[in-house]
């Protein structure tokens, strides 16, 4: 009797040690979805692509990429925020739908703080600050003083209206007390500051290194929170204004009330993809910066970024419906 009474107390504590994601099952047992809110062939979806394949291997089951793009990433977005919190849909996504788009938007179909929870911070990396070869100005505080003499005249493109690049000027200017001229597109507007018909743009350095280094735009700084290791010379544009950083950064998230061990699970495979020597120097050539924060570090930092954009877009009124 002694003997089943132990062998029960021993099962029990067996159960309670069982994976929490539901009746001792092993996660994953079947396919996992990563869901981008970005089209076919951009840079998120080719990273979402890469990081598929990886945990693919790593958790031992298919992982597919699913593209849900539109409505300021609010369509993929929610797709994630309505799935089954049962570690098999995953969004992979920039900030944006968290950081901005719920300010921009006087409604969205999710509650960014709490219908989904972050895993990791994956990649980050800032933009340079261009102009054309006739711009006169070859240094940041050579472009203030020219938009000081001239307010209002020195335009800049952005990929559209509450984009990273329109907010990212709109720092810009509010730290160095200048007014210019915004001039939004709906895509990268490289050519037409190449050929000179607006005079700045803020591009990553995906698309801003190969025109740089052929001389048809100057690189007066970059944005990120250090020198880009890929164009040391140009200056981070903090170096001018303390505390003026901006970034783009990808990261993943769950549905809320994903079992914590799952998310755990996550956290841990992606990091370590993300700092494999092969990811990391895929992650260098398109000129970001690998991460892995935790759970918690990731929502620290979008809970900091929300508060500045959410400031921002208030002060400056920036709405897009």
């Avoid at 076919?40 to 990081?51: H, P, W």
């Avoid at 570690?87 to 992979?92: K, W």
Wanted: positive net charge; aromatic residues 6%; without cysteine.
């Amino acid at each position: 009797m002694k003997l089943v009474r132990s062998l029960l107390v021993a099962l029990t504590a067996a159960a309670s040690l069982a994976p929490a994601w539901g009746q001792g099952a092993a996660w994953p047992s079947r396919p996992i979805k990563i869901i981008t809110p970005t089209p076919v062939g951009v840079g998120s979806d080719i990273f979402a692509r890469q990081y598929a394949d990886r945990l693919s291997r790593a958790l031992g089951t298919p992982v597919v990429v699913e593209n849900r793009p539109g409505a300021l990433s609010t369509i993929g977005t929610d797709a994630v925020a309505k799935a089954a919190p049962d570690g098999y849909t995953i969004l992979f996504s920039t900030s944006n739908p968290f950081t901005m788009t719920p300010f921009l938007l006087s409604k969205v179909p999710y509650d960014a703080k709490n219908d989904l929870a972050p895993v990791t911070q994956a990649l980050k990396g800032g933009s340079f600050i261009v102009a054309g070869t006739a711009v006169p100005a070859k240094t940041v505080p050579e472009l203030v003083a020219l938009a000081r003499r001239e307010p209002g005249k020195v335009s800049y493109a952005s990929y559209g209206a509450g984009s990273t690049a329109h907010l990212g000027f709109e720092l810009f200017q509010e730290a160095a007390g200048i007014e210019l001229l915004h001039v939004p597109y709906k895509q990268s507007a490289a050519p037409d500051v190449i050929a000179g018909q607006v005079m700045l743009g803020f591009e990553p350095p995906v698309s801003a290194l190969p025109n740089i280094r052929s001389g048809r735009l100057k690189a007066l700084a970059y944005t990120g929170h250090k020198r880009n290791a890929a164009m040391p010379d140009v200056p981070t544009l903090s170096e001018a204004y303390p505390g003026v950083e901006i970034f783009t950064w990808l990261g993943f998230w769950v549905p809320a009330k994903t079992p914590a061990a799952i998310v755990e699970r996550l956290n841990r495979e992606i990091i370590a993809i993300t700092h494999s020597p092969e990811m990391a120097r895929l992650i260098g050539d398109a000129g970001l910066d690998p991460m892995g924060t935790t759970p918690a570090e990731t929502a620290a930092i979008v809970d900091r970024e929300a508060q500045v954009m959410s400031r921002l877009i208030k002060a400056k009124n920036i709405r897009i419906d």
